[in-house]
């Protein structure tokens, strides 16, 4: 299973609602990162998660809050966003546990539009 | 701090024209690469990847890509592209100290027509 399971796919939210994104992974990856993209533009890293424990903040602002619950999954809760947050989520994940580097598996994302 | 640079933004060629797309990073510690594509409407795909050894490696699609240490550089290529290889390509870096942090490249648009 080389798959990295992102839901919602696509998420419509109003600017004071809260709202949480998921991602899922089963290769025993130990590396977890959350990343943005918009429309013609290359993905930015926002957080990296490495053994459950946050090891990149990329200067995120404090309305969008990671979590990695386990090592299987990575939340991100959002809230007060604005117009400007609309943009996909992606997900993706790295490195087994206890071995070297390996290319990061990204799930499909999540479209969020926030009104 | 680590960057990754791509020279071209926007490509346009004819069927069965080749192709070469920049990439350069700055990262003077051991880095390991990766060009991603991205089709429209789509998901970031793994074209190739180089950790060590062989400098030239060969990826899905006919695709091609060669590290050059002393010049920082990972260009991608292919000898003979097709129409369906209109997409977003994006170049990558991982640097790995503490963890992994996987930085993207600008990324070149390229449109191939018929």
């Known amino acids: 299973d080389t798959e990295v399971t992102q839901t919602p796919k696509h998420l419509v939210m109003g600017m004071t609602n809260k709202k949480s994104l998921k991602c899922e992974q089963h290769?025993?990856?130990?590396?977890m990162y959350w990343y943005k993209q918009k429309a013609k533009k290359p993905p930015e890293l926002m957080f990296v998660?490495?053994?459950?424990?946050?090891?990149i903040n990329e200067s995120v602002p404090s309305r969008f809050s990671p979590e990695c619950p386990n090592s299987s999954l990575l939340n991100l809760h959002l809230h007060a966003l604005q117009p400007e947050d609309s943009a996909l989520y992606l997900c993706?994940?790295?490195?087994?546990?206890?071995?070297?580097?390996?290319?990061?598996?990204f799930g499909q994302g999540t479209r969020l539009t926030v009104v | 701090a680590q960057s990754v640079s791509q020279h071209n933004h926007h490509v346009i060629l004819s069927e069965a024209a080749s192709l070469e797309l920049g990439c350069n990073y700055s990262?003077?510690?051991?880095?390991?690469l990766f060009w991603y594509v991205q089709y429209p409407g789509q998901h970031l795909q793994l074209l190739l990847k180089y950790f060590s050894g062989d400098p030239l490696v060969k990826g899905i699609k006919g695709f091609e890509a060669e590290f050059i240490k002393s010049k920082f550089s990972f260009n991608l290529r292919k000898p003979s592209v097709q129409w369906s290889d209109t997409a977003e390509y994006f170049c990558a870096v991982m640097v790995s100290y503490n963890t992994d942090k996987l930085i993207f490249g600008t990324g070149t648009r390229l449109q191939v027509f018929p």
């Open positions: 998660y490495s053994y459950e424990k946050l090891s």
């Open positions: 993706a994940s790295s490195r087994p546990r206890g071995g070297a580097s390996t290319e990061a598996f």
């Open positions: 290769m025993g990856h130990r590396a």
């Open positions: 990262y003077g510690g051991t880095v390991n």
